[in-house]
């Protein structure tokens, strides 16, 4: 049976204007979403425009910054020190030290060449024990002499010898007593020749005046040295040694601060070797005078904690303090200033500024000292906050920093 093709045709059903329809509602709800999502966004400030703030860092300090009255700088100084050299010229044949050698006091440090002197020394022990022999042979005359002079004493008054023999025998008593006396003269004479080259030898010894430590070596073996030092190749001293239990902190103190330093006053010392430590210390004197072209006046701070690390002419400040530090306030603190923190629904707040962006961050609070808060939870040292936030500054806002 065959179809009439041309009877055929595409019936145009309502479907087809449901489809088009269902496309427009799409498309308007889409909008509507994004208009909705985008004023959700403005409204949490996300997508309004940036605003200016002004941040502070989170900072570690020291608990005496809060009662410093006045900090000063200087360098730290041996009270006792010493340039050790000979009173003898002579030449240098040992030296048993090095910089930085610990050395008691009496300890020979160098020696310098002493052969004569030792010569010197043997020939007076020597002359020494002849005087000494000749005293025994004296004194062996006298007592025979003595008894001698005794007994023709007793003949005379019986008549048993003449004069004549007793005088001989009073005279000869009389230069035993005489040559006994020059014997112990010549001894004497003898021990004080030794003395004298005990104490040239000791001259050629240089030994620590103090227990200390060794600064510099200035001569070596082979050198002359001379307690003048006049020559041109000669040197006086031959090491420079400190006591390190005499070392203080040397400050210029400007006179019109003076009157907030007293003695004994509590300060606290930190070393610019050693930034991380603060070492208490206290004043030990103000020095009766003033430097009239700087008009300062020089203040001895001596140290309460003593650490090996601290050497001779390192820089140093000086924190002079109103009061002591307890021991709980040795340690440093992280802390923040104050305006920073805000209140939101009763909760203590910070903005922290990461990526251009604030972020609210709960903070636990503790000391206040002056116009900084302690912080004690997780900020880091170094944290940038925004400072005095505003009511409007919201959570993700973006932020530009402006420098004060």
Do not use: W
Request: charged share 25%; glycine share 4%; with cysteine.
């Amino acid at each position: 049976m065959e179809q009439d093709i041309s009877k055929l045709k595409i019936e145009k059903s309502p479907a087809t204007f449901r489809t088009g329809r269902h496309k427009k509602l799409f498309y308007l709800l889409g909008a509507l979403f994004a208009t909705i999502l985008a004023g959700f966004l403005y409204l949490e400030g996300i997508l309004m425009p940036a605003v200016s703030v002004e941040v502070v860092s989170v900072m570690q300090i020291y608990p005496s910054q809060a009662f410093t009255l006045l900090n000063a700088s200087g360098y730290v100084a041996a009270q006792r020190k010493a340039a050790v050299a000979s009173k003898v010229t002579g030449l240098l044949v040992s030296i048993n030290v090095e910089e930085g050698s610990r050395v008691k006091k009496g300890q020979i440090i160098a020696r310098l060449e002493n052969e004569d002197v030792i010569a010197a020394k043997e020939q007076a022990e020597a002359n020494l024990n002849v005087a000494r022999h000749n005293l025994e042979q004296t004194k062996a005359e006298l007592q025979d002499a003595t008894l001698t002079f005794n007994r023709y004493k007793e003949l005379l008054s019986h008549d048993y010898i003449s004069q004549a023999d007793y005088d001989a025998a009073e005279a000869r008593y009389k230069r035993a007593v005489a040559g006994v006396e020059a014997a112990e003269a010549t001894v004497k004479a003898s021990i004080a020749a030794l003395q004298a080259a005990n104490v040239n030898i000791e001259y050629t010894l240089i030994r620590a005046p103090f227990d200390a430590v060794v600064l510099t070596k200035n001569a070596d073996v082979g050198d002359i040295v001379t307690p003048i030092g006049a020559a041109a190749e000669a040197k006086a001293a031959v090491v420079t040694i400190a006591d390190m239990n005499s070392l203080q902190v040397e400050v210029d103190v400007s006179e019109s601060n003076l009157g907030n330093v007293k003695e004994g006053q509590p300060c606290e010392i930190q070393l610019d070797a050693l930034p991380e430590l603060r070492f208490r210390g206290a004043v030990h004197m103000i020095v009766p005078t003033a430097d009239r072209s700087k008009g300062t006046v020089m203040v001895k701070v001596r140290f309460i904690d003593t650490d090996p690390r601290i050497l001779p002419e390192m820089s140093a400040k000086v924190s002079f303090l109103s009061r002591a530090v307890r021991g709980e306030e040795q340690s440093p603190r992280k802390v923040l200033n104050s305006d920073a923190i805000v209140t939101r629904n009763g909760e203590k707040l910070v903005f922290m500024v990461k990526d251009n962006r604030a972020f609210a961050m709960p903070i636990k609070m503790g000391e206040k000292f002056n116009d900084m808060i302690e912080v004690l939870n997780s900020l880091k040292l170094g944290d940038k906050v925004v400072l005095k936030p505003s009511a409007k500054l919201k959570n993700g806002r973006r932020v530009k920093i402006v420098e004060k």
